[in-house]
């Protein structure tokens, strides 16, 4: 007003930004003002004025615009959230109804040019919860995700919104992960962990493996390497990154584990939080890689300290008398997490008190069908159901390597002894049989899993960077049954060639790493460049 020289309560400025605000969303689809228009309103303003004291001259002086050459001579806004901003009150003040306003809103929210203004308006518009109740396509849900970096007044009636619905994705996790509280991120968490194995594996898991298949593996690894500054930030990508390890493909889950180690460097109180968080985890994947990973990050710090708590907690959460791992890499990473405990203290009292067999389930009891192998279709009529059948019962490298049917009828690693002492083999057809009554109704496969393993294979024997829903569901099976095997039958060390099995060739305490399905992996080598 002073340097146009005009009476400072008549608000001139506003009135003239105000305008142009008018002009651009109304007008111009929120683009750049001719410059001949800015001149005109700037003189229907404040009239008579030399061109040193127009107010087209002291705003541009002042940056609240800016010149700009785009479509001829034009101007903008030198602050762009300004231009949003007033053109959101523009638009508040416009005199259709409600519910006109809101259909606007919808449609317009299909133009990129919009987006920004669409983006200020939301914050405080009083209508936005009202929006939020309508059927809103993917363009306006990322436009009301991007508002929350605004924290207006609207900030929580879209947190709850987003709480009360099934949103949003993997990608809007990942892509609004800063924007988003912990809060949020916690009732997420909540969700997923009250659906079931099978049905979560449908909705969220399927997600987590086309996040992979979008990138290169390059871009892949960047893309959930997020920069992490305050402490809800760890606990946020906490909860996500242990969700993604629901996925099939083993590529990812290898990535997470590194990914973990790390966190748990940065804070070892995260540990805790893992377990707690997830012990109630219907799917042993997400379990196997925190303790995978606590026990790398055990091995790097290399504190007893930190050892012992997390050890009481793992004890306390994963081995109760009513709650033992039925999964045989849980138990792998658990126990030796244990061990390791007792060797910091240089004792043995993990592992004295806390010792397999357990008192699992009895495998027979599982078996509902007992004729699982003639019925080709007996896991259902998809691909993906019928090369579950093969992957099981046919010419594959599972069957004939991992069971061992290539050179065998029966297993090299667990047996029976009747009571007259007595050793019998355990047939692999009946630790097939068992498998097959786990997969359908213990995980409750189905044909929905079926048609995601359309067209979905391993890239080669030695490259199975990806896998087959029907595939992940084998090895928890198989994870499941080594577990009861362990607590029911006696077993010889696997990795001993025995031609002739005595009952002095048992081991006395049936560990994990006797087993096949023993991960070597090493998780305290934390290598920069993925493989």
């Known amino acids: ?125 009083n209508l936005t919860p009202k929006l939020l109740t309508k059927n809103l396509d993917s363009n306006l849900i990322s436009i009301i995700l991007e508002s929350l970096k605004n924290h207006g007044k609207n900030y929580y009636a879209i947190i709850d919104w987003l709480a009360s619905s099934d949103l949003p994705s993997v990608d809007g996790l990942l892509n609004y992960f800063d924007k988003l509280p912990l809060s949020y991120f916690n009732n997420i968490h909540e969700k997923l962990l009250d659906m079931k194995l099978a049905n979560r594996d449908v909705i969220w898991t399927s997600d987590v493996n086309k996040l992979y298949s979008k990138y290169d593996p390059n871009s892949f690894y960047r893309s959930i390497d997020l920069d992490l500054f305050h402490d809800d930030d760890r606990k946020k990508y906490l909860i996500f990154i242990c969700w993604l390890s629901t996925s099939s493909y083993p590529i990812i889950r290898h990535h997470i584990s590194k990914r973990l180690v ?8 995260l540990m805790e939080l893992a377990i707690t968080q997830f ?25 007893k300290n930190v050892a012992n708590n997390i050890a009481s907690v793992i004890k306390s959460n994963l081995y109760s008398e009513k709650n033992i791992p039925n999964d045989i890499l849980i138990r792998q990473w658990s126990l030796l997490i244990f061990q390791y405990t007792d060797y910091l203290n240089n004792n043995t009292l993990l592992q004295d008190t806390i010792k397999p067999p357990f008192n699992s389930e009895d495998p027979n009891k599982l078996i509902i069908d007992n004729d699982t192998k003639t019925n080709e279709k007996y896991f259902g009529d998809s691909w993906g159901s019928q090369k579950l059948y093969d992957t099981l ?12 049917s290539n050179f065998h009828d029966s297993s090299n690693v667990f047996f029976s002894i009747d009571n007259m002492g007595k ?23 189905n044909e929905e899993l079926g048609k995601l393993d359309n067209n979905i294979s391993s890239e080669g024997r030695y490259n199975n960077k990806i896998e087959r829903f029907g595939k992940k569901y084998l090895w928890l099976a198989l994870y499941r049954l080594d577990a009861m095997m362990c607590d029911k039958f006696k077993m010889v060390d696997s990795s001993q060639y025995i031609t002739s099995i005595k009952i002095d060739n048992f081991v006395k305490t049936p ?6 399905e023993y991960s070597h992996i090493d998780p305290s080598v934390i290598d920069n460049t993925q493989p």
């Open 279 to 303: 012990k109630e985890c219907d799917d042993p994947y997400v379990m196997q890689t925190i303790t995978c990973a606590i026990y790398g990050c055990l091995l790097r710090k290399r504190n």
């Open 511 to 516: 560990y994990p790493w006797y087993t096949k």
């Open 1 to 125: 007003s002073n340097k146009v020289d005009e009476d400072p309560y008549l608000n001139i400025t506003y009135r003239y930004l105000d305008k142009l605000a008018n002009y651009s969303l109304y007008y111009k689809q929120c683009s750049d003002i001719p410059r001949d228009k800015a001149r005109h309103y700037s003189n229907q303003i404040c009239r008579n004025r030399k061109w040193s004291e127009s107010l087209l001259y002291w705003a541009l002086r002042e940056n609240l615009l800016l010149e700009t050459k785009q479509d001829g001579d034009s101007v903008m806004f030198g602050y762009q959230k300004l231009g949003d901003f007033l053109m959101a009150d523009v638009f508040k003040r416009n005199k259709m109804s409600d519910e006109s306003k809101i259909n606007c809103i919808i449609n317009w929210s299909k133009e990129k040019k919009y987006r920004h203004f669409i983006e200020a308006l939301l914050t405080d518009w």
């Open 262 to 269: 790390i966190l748990f460097e940065q804070d070892d109180n």
């Open 423 to 445: 050793i019998h083999n355990i047939e692999i057809k009946y630790m097939q049989r068992i498998m097959a009554n786990i997969v359908k109704y213990q995980l409750k496969w």
């Open 393 to 404: 019962y046919g010419f594959s490298d599972f069957n004939r390597y991992i069971l061992g």
